[in-house]
């Protein structure tokens, strides 16, 4: 799902007895309605989260909310949560294209590009949405055919679906073992 059709996800459009989320066309990127069924780990965490909503805030509408708020502007959260997952921010120097890492320990003010030695840095980091890039590599790397991961994703056209299904080294020695086995 997109970072807005997460942030603005209701329980109306839940139905844990069928174990879907039925976004329609208002809520989606396209304006084209799409069925994500729950499964494994993120069934359970959508249920969990029913759990503390009926508990602590039984008006909120919203499945992800802080305080019984919709969850606004979550970029810190994002950064912090990255930090305890042991990634370092990462900057890009906007004079020579030097990718920097900052070092622990040392603030972002301090930081200065080892190569040309500028201090023109950009953050180049993850972001929430690379997600949906893993996403959509994941299920082609599952076998699911390319028209319903296209399907699932919310993605209308090839072209677009194309630039998130991002083919790296591996998957091309994949291809290579597959071929040879197959002349076996």
């Not at 890492?101 to 930081?111: A, S, W, Y």
């Not at 993605?155 to 040879?180: G, M, Q």
Request: charged fraction near 35%; hydrophobic fraction near 35%; glycine fraction near 8%.
């Amino acid at each position: 799902m997109r970072k807005n059709e997460i942030e603005s996800l209701k329980w109306s459009v839940v139905d844990l007895i069928e174990g879907k989320i039925i976004l329609e066309s208002g809520i989606t990127k396209n304006e084209e309605p799409r069925i994500i069924y729950l499964t494994g780990e993120l069934y359970q965490i959508i249920l969990k989260q029913k759990a503390i909503r009926d508990k602590e805030y039984p008006h909120c509408p919203y499945v992800f909310f802080r305080d019984g708020k919709k969850v606004g502007d979550f970029r810190k959260v994002w950064a912090s949560a990255l930090l305890k997952c042991g990634h370092r921010p990462i900057f890009k120097c906007k004079n020579c294209k030097g990718v920097i890492e900052l070092p622990e320990g040392m603030k972002r003010k301090d930081l200065v590009c080892y190569e040309c030695g500028g201090g023109n840095l950009k953050k180049y980091d993850k972001i929430f949405h690379d997600l949906r890039r893993t996403a959509v590599r994941n299920m082609i790397r599952a076998g699911i055919p390319e028209i319903v991961a296209m399907k699932i994703s919310g993605h209308k056209t090839r072209s677009v679906f194309d630039r998130y299904n991002i083919v790296n080294e591996e998957d091309l020695k994949r291809a290579s073992e597959k071929i040879s086995n197959l002349h076996k």
